[in-house]
């Protein structure tokens, strides 16, 4: 286990064969070097540094307003960073936006679907911008996976909650995105649903697909990921990788390291 001194220094790289062996090798998938971000002069991101290697899943945990949709929308190019580098897929997130959210799929708390359209119209929509092959097809097998088949023809804004994040899930899915950035993916969901999608992103990382995901929940994050990194003021305070850790080594380190109780 590693406590990380400064902010100026990473999360222990992933070095170890993750799920997808020889594929792991490859370059890191997401790459932050010194990425600061501030709100009217106001630092919310303060030197950030972190890598994740292709294939592999960070969960990024941390006490409310720490930094931790933040960092997901700067990495999904939703937000500028204000100083440091950000590269996803190798892509850079300022020179490069387009080609960095053609390769990524974000779950946040926006859902980025159209309300006064159909749950069936937006999927096709997205399948349409994102060039998917055989839409219909690939709209039918997300509406399957995410429970909403009987749903296509309601409009967005009469979802409840839940559906309207496994709607937001099924979009975010859509196009098999090579990196998916899961902000808090458990909001509004049930423990059925939660551990429907829990499946879905293992399948996906299964496939090679790299994940930043952010949680509350430590356990969750176990559950999921190669690396654990807590975030506290905007600084990467410790970070470890999964086989280091058990919940209560977790839970100790968060609760030293934030000052909160987990
Ligand atoms: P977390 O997801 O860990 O709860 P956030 O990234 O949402 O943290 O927020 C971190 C801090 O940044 C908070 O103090 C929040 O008020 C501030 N912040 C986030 N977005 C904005 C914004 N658009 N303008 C000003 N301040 C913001």
Known sequence: MKKLESAAKPPEPAEVTS???AAALGPWDIEVKG??????????????????????????VGPNGSGKTTLIKTLATLLRPS???????????????SEVRRQIGVLCHQSFLYSDLT???????????????????RVGEMLRLVGLEERVATLVRALSRGML????????????????????????LDQRWAGVLRDLVVRRAAQGCTTLLTTHNLERSLDL??????????????AARRDELDVGSLREAY?????AAA
Request: net charge neutral; with cysteine; charged share 20%.
């Open 19 to 21: 799920r997808q062996g």
């Open 83 to 97: 100083a440091g580098t950000v590269r996803v897929g190798g892509f850079d997130v300022r020179a490069e936006a």
């Open 119 to 137: 749950v069936g119209e937006n999927l096709q929509f997205y399948a349409r911008m994102y060039g998917v092959a055989d839409p219909g097809q």
């Open 165 to 188: 994040q496994r709607l937001a899930l099924a979009r975010a899915l859509l196009h098999e995105p090579a990196v998916l950035f899961l902000d808090e993916p458990d909001t509004g």
């Open 225 to 238: 990921a190669d690396q654990v990194a807590v975030l506290n003021g905007g600084r990467i305070v410790f």
């Open 255 to 259: 609760h030293r390291y934030t000052g």
């Open 35 to 60: 990425l600061w971000k501030s709100f009217g002069g106001a630092p919310v991101l303060r030197g950030l540094d972190l890598r994740v290697r292709a294939g592999e899943c960070l969960a990024i």
